[in-house]
């Protein structure tokens, strides 16, 4: 299919959507696009709890690729809704995200699949491809991240640095915290609040806070944080919330840690220089320890991305469409 090489390609509709029940009184959505006979590939979307989007359908050839979408547990269509204060947030994990991509691989009836996907869309790639590293064919990640501690403190607290008026404001939002350290977990108690004015609060200081410390982005359209319509806002912050005061569950380091077992599995690493929500170094050090890895630095670039790494992660995606 001819195109420019920053030029996605063509809006496609699914041709195969469901829900597919993975416990705990979850469903989760899921739906394929492009060729039924095309090379298995899945979107893995960020947030966490964003939801996957239309546009990310584009980045693959429609007549090489068969592409599945999902929206994690909480999110997007899958049910319940992490909007509302009902749901039970206790089998919402890592874990649990891991299993649910296992199940939605056997019940598509996919051998090994590619997996594409951003920064907590990352963090879930590199878990999943290290605890099943025999089902991951190829991994395509445009902005690295691994859900460290250290990250985490540096996206809602170092940065701050650069943006000390609006930290001053989300730092407010939690007066009740004991340190700076402390403000994920004491939003992540305020989105559980019986009181919906308090959800509310919580939820538009962190959207503040996301979209100050993408202000020096380019992009179209509302801001990326609090644009977005008020329910999956309130799904986003909660979730995000609820994991990253918790590590994601996992062990400091351990995604780079064993990154080894990603042995045999070619990667293409996209990473913009001036990331300001996920610094350059954790995808510099992932490449090292990645034996497959190949990390491409795009100058000028932050966390979102633009033309340059459209082309990159396009390219990526098809050199590997032909393996």
């Known amino acids: 299919m001819d195109r420019e090489p920053d030029e996605k390609y063509p809006p496609i509709e699914p041709y195969d959507q469901g829900m597919l029940d993975v416990g705990d009184g979850n469903s989760v959505y899921w739906e394929v696009c492009g060729n039924p006979e095309g090379k298995p590939a899945l979107v893995v979307h960020g947030g966490p709890g964003s939801g996957c989007g239309a546009h990310t359908r584009q980045y693959f050839d429609p007549d090489r690729y068969r592409v599945v979408l999902f929206d994690q547990r909480g999110c997007g269509r899958s049910t319940p809704h992490a909007s509302d204060?009902?749901?039970?947030?206790?089998?919402?994990t890592t874990a649990h995200l891991i299993a649910d991509m296992?199940?939605?691989?056997i019940r598509l009836g996919i051998d090994k699949w590619l997996l594409y996907g951003g920064s907590w869309g990352s963090t879930l790639?590199?878990?999943y491809a290290e605890e099943h590293p025999d089902r991951v064919s190829e991994i395509v990640i445009p902005a690295v991240t691994t859900t460290r501690r250290s990250e985490i403190d540096w996206l809602y607290r170092g940065v701050g640095q650069i943006f000390p008026e609006a930290w001053d404001?989300?730092?407010?939002?939690?007066?009740e915290a004991a340190g700076?350290?402390?403000?994920?977990a004491a939003y992540a108690r305020r989105t559980e609040s019986p009181d919906a004015a308090v959800r509310a609060r919580a939820t538009a200081d962190w959207c503040a806070w996301e979209d100050a410390v993408l202000s020096q982005e380019t992009y179209t359209g509302p801001p990326p944080y609090s644009g977005r319509p008020d329910r999956a806002r309130r799904a986003?912050?909660?979730?995000?919330?609820?994991?990253f005061s918790h590590g994601a569950w996992l062990e400091e380091g351990q995604l780079i840690r064993d990154a080894g077992r990603l042995a045999g599995i070619p990667g293409a690493l996209v990473h913009g220089r001036f990331d300001l929500g996920g610094?350059?170094?954790t995808a510099w050090e992932l490449a090292k320890a990645w034996p497959d890895a190949e990390l491409t630095v795009i100058d000028g670039a932050g966390h979102l991305g633009g033309r340059a790494t459209t082309r990159a992660v396009l390219a990526a995606l098809d050199r590997f469409a032909s393996r």
């Open 85 to 92: 204060p009902a749901t039970d947030m206790r089998h919402n």
């Open 102 to 105: 296992e199940r939605l691989r």
């Open 125 to 127: 790639i590199l878990a």
């Open 169 to 175: 404001l989300f730092r407010a939002g939690v007066p």
């Open 180 to 184: 700076d350290g402390e403000l994920v």
């Open 236 to 243: 986003l912050v909660r979730i995000c919330a609820h994991y």
């Open 279 to 281: 610094p350059m170094t």
